[in-house]
């Protein structure tokens, strides 16, 4: 099975994300703008950014409750863009996540490498529902959730940890269209 996805009239593709990437990805993730949002900083080494890679290749959580899937977001070419991110608990429930360099925001990569991944989530992995939290400052990524057909919702609906109250937290069926 694989977990790669393309389709013929997409500019972009998903390629499962291994230690292989860590070059490319490492530079996209040098860029200062995608950490106005996410409670990350960018990658200190290569060589520790190659390690992290490696470990999350082995696709889920020790104790087995998490499953971890991770794509590299690639434009057709050839130039990868950034990565998109899922994580899979039961019963049949992911929240997912999205980052591209901010020199391709706007340009509807993120909406394409989504969609996809709402869809191998939803047909390879039997996933119902997918939920992404939000910061309430990001508006680019609020636009982008509801564009894909994600409804904001309380923080009480939400079967994740408790988000902070400077996120939003957004729900999407994926067994209806």
Partial sequence: MTTDAKTPDDYVTLESQTRAHAGELFEVLQDLEIYKHISDTPPLTLESFSKRLQALEVGGSPDGTEKWLNWV?????????????????????????????????????????????????????????AYAVTCLDNNRSMRLLARLGFQRIGHEDYPGEAPTSAEAVWRKSLTTR
Wanted: charged residues 15%; neutral net charge; aromatic residues 16%.
């Fill in 73 to 129: 977001v690639r434009h057709r070419e050839g130039q990868l863009l950034g990565y998109v991110q899922a994580t899979i608990y039961e019963p049949a429930y992911a929240d997912v996540a999205y980052v591209l360099a901010s020199k391709f925001w706007g340009q509807d990569f993120a909406y394409k490498a989504t969609l996809q991944m709402l869809y191998l989530l939803h047909v390879q992995h039997a996933v119902q529902t």
